[in-house]
T-cell receptor, first 117, second 111 residues
Framework: GAVVSQHPSRVICKSGTSVKIECRSLDFQATTMFWYRQFPKQSLMLMAT?????????EQGVEKDKFLINHASLTLSTLTVTSAHPEDSSFYIC?????????????FGPGTRLLVL | EDQVTQSPEALRLQEGESSSLNCSYT??????LFWYRQDPGKGPEFLFTLYSAGEEKEKERLKATLTKKESFLHITAPKPEDSATYLCAVQAPGSARQLTFGSGTQLTVLP
């Protein structure tokens, strides 16, 4: 299957700092990428849909000024957690939509563990 | 609103003991039903996509089936390395093609 990478894999930061997470589709182009958040022993919660060249669409309850998304190219989307606080600590996962010949599939990155002290 | 319910929440099997995981869904116009496997601390790994009732797909010891209301993931003669959380998701209609996930089934296969 297609490969999606995320960087960094884990980050520890102080409260009030901003953290940028990168999501790359390595062997296909993705006009649409998605950002999810996952708490321990819970399922994935969609935060936003990232569209190349346009503004992201945020799910209800997700602060767009808090979680800045940029999808500047067909292989890269970034999520910036601005002024991070301890309650932002979580596992953030991106996915990229692959419009392959055998059908549309979303492939996920390995996730980024964020710990805000 | 799209809803996905997975059962059981957790399942413990002995190695070689076959079983099935269930995914019930309600969606206005199913575009696709996805199965993923997730290991602790990692992102979900794609397994299958099913598009229409009656469709079946297989991969090694796993077989996914789909009806108009639910999907099953059958695990035949599981091994300890099959231990993981299995997630089911439905794809929403519309241009965004978002996925709505169930809460998952945590499978443990004992040697």
């Amino acid at each position: 299957g297609a490969v999606v990478s995320q960087h960094p894999s884990r980050v520890i930061c102080k409260s009030g700092t901003s953290v940028k997470i990168e999501c790359r589709s390595l062997d296909f182009q993705a006009t649409t990428m998605f950002w999810y958040r996952q708490f321990p022993k819970q399922s994935l919660m969609l935060m936003a849909t990232s569209n190349e060249g346009s503004k992201a669409t945020y799910e209800q309850g997700v602060e767009k000024d808090k979680f800045l998304i940029n999808h500047a190219s067909l292989t890269l989307s970034t999520l910036t957690v601005t002024s991070a606080h301890p309650e932002d600590s979580s596992f953030y996962i991106c996915s990229a939509r692959d419009l392959g010949t055998s059908g549309e599939t979303q492939y996920f990155g390995p996730g980024t563990r964020l710990l805000v002290l | 609103e799209d809803q996905v319910t997975q059962s059981p929440e957790a399942l413990r099997l002995q190695e070689g003991e076959s079983s099935s995981l269930n995914c019930s869904y309600t969606v206005s116009g199913l575009r696709g039903l996805f199965w993923y496997r997730q290991d602790p601390g990692k992102g979900p790994e794609f397994l299958f996509t099913l598009y229409s009732a009656g469709e079946e797909k297989e991969k090694e010891r796993l077989k996914a089936t789909l009806t108009k209301k639910e999907s099953f993931l059958h695990i035949t003669a599981p091994k300890p390395e099959d231990s993981a959380t299995y997630l089911c998701a439905v794809q929403a209609p519309g241009s965004a093609r978002q996925l709505t996930f169930g809460s998952g089934t945590q499978l443990t296969v004992l040697p």
